[in-house]
């Protein structure tokens, strides 16, 4: 099993919907959660962070953790083509190393 | 401020050479990281420094895989002998500390073997 699983992409929505990605974990005493976006070619960029249960919400971004099921996800709101790239999720246990999913690769179509 | 910067951006090599990159984190920034992203996957961390000390080596290749940090600042990340598995984008990234600080990363190098 893999330590952090994203929902298999790509996943597609047109301008002004809402995406929504999903992110799930294996390790429970996992602590640290983050979303980062990374554009064709380029590094990897922090949108979002998130440490304990419920909702963060960041502009057109929120960001959803349940530390019971495992699973923390990133919804974005009234998406914009500028939004079209691939969003990593990651996860750390305390003095630990971050575990980044394979990523999903998301299209915004005008 | 100036963001983290590796160089060179681009490298060719044939399998068995070797190759070495160059990163210089953010200023005041104690914190290394050396990250591997094959095509399609995401960044798996090779190795951790915090100042000029390892933390993390665990997923680094030894057999191959080299990294120093001298003075807690630069650091160079080598491959020697080169295979084709390692063609990959090499990502740094620094932060402040471990704990819950921001990773910001640098631009790559991305690495074909052939």
């Known amino acids: 099993q893999k330590e952090v699983e994203q929902n298999s992409g790509p996943l597609s929505v047109p301008e002004g919907a809402i995406a929504s990605l999903n992110c799930t974990y294996s390790?429970?005493?996992?602590?640290?959660f983050f979303w980062y976006r990374q554009y064709s070619g380029k590094s990897p960029e922090l949108i979002m962070s998130?440490?304990?249960?419920g909702d963060k919400e960041d502009g057109r971004f929120t960001a959803q953790l349940n530390k019971a099921s495992q699973y923390v996800s990133l919804l974005i709101r009234d998406s914009q083509p500028s939004d079209s790239a691939t969003y990593l999720c990651?996860?750390?246990?305390?003095?630990?190393?971050?575990?980044f999913g394979e990523g999903t690769q998301l299209t915004v179509n005008p | 401020e100036a963001g983290v910067a590796q160089s060179p951006r681009y490298k060719i090599i044939e399998k068995r050479q070797s190759v070495a990159f160059w990163c210089n984190p953010i200023?005041?920034?104690?914190?290394l990281y050396w990250y591997q992203q094959i095509l399609g996957q995401g960044p798996k961390l090779l190795i951790q420094?915090?100042?000029?000390?390892?933390?993390?080596d665990s997923q680094l290749p030894k057999d191959r895989f080299s990294a120093e940090r001298l003075k807690g600042v630069d650091s160079t990340l080598k491959i020697q002998p080169a295979k084709l598995e390692d063609s990959a984008v090499y990502l740094c990234?620094?932060?402040?500390?471990?704990?819950?600080?921001?990773?910001?990363f640098g631009p790559g190098t991305r690495l074909t073997v052939l």
């Open positions: 990234a620094s932060s402040t500390r471990t704990a819950t600080d921001t990773q910001y």
């Open positions: 390790d429970r005493v996992s602590q640290s």
């Open positions: 998130i440490y304990s249960n």
């Open positions: 990651a996860v750390r246990k305390e003095g630990s190393r971050l575990t």
């Open positions: 200023s005041g920034h104690a914190t």
């Open positions: 420094f915090q100042n000029n000390g390892v933390v993390d």
